[in-house]
């Protein structure tokens, strides 16, 4: 009963194994350019990340440092400084 599908299996398999990995290999292929394009854009964004938080640094320490000079100031100098920045 299975003699009509069986005898041309026998024949065809080796072409349909064949067939079969090359389509597991070329989506195996496009699943790792995938993965590959998200761990780039995690390491932009990572590094954006990284950028940003150093640039916050530097501006907290400009604002500590000039928080500091302001405190040394006399009222006067604290004066005449304040006037140079709200002619600005």
Known sequence: MLAWFASPLRRLWPYLAAAGAAVSALGA?????RSDA???ADLRATKREAAALEERLEMNREATDIERKAGELSDEEAQREAMTWAKR
Do not use: V
């Open 29 to 33: 292929a496009y699943l790792r350019g």
């Open 38 to 40: 998200r761990a780039k």
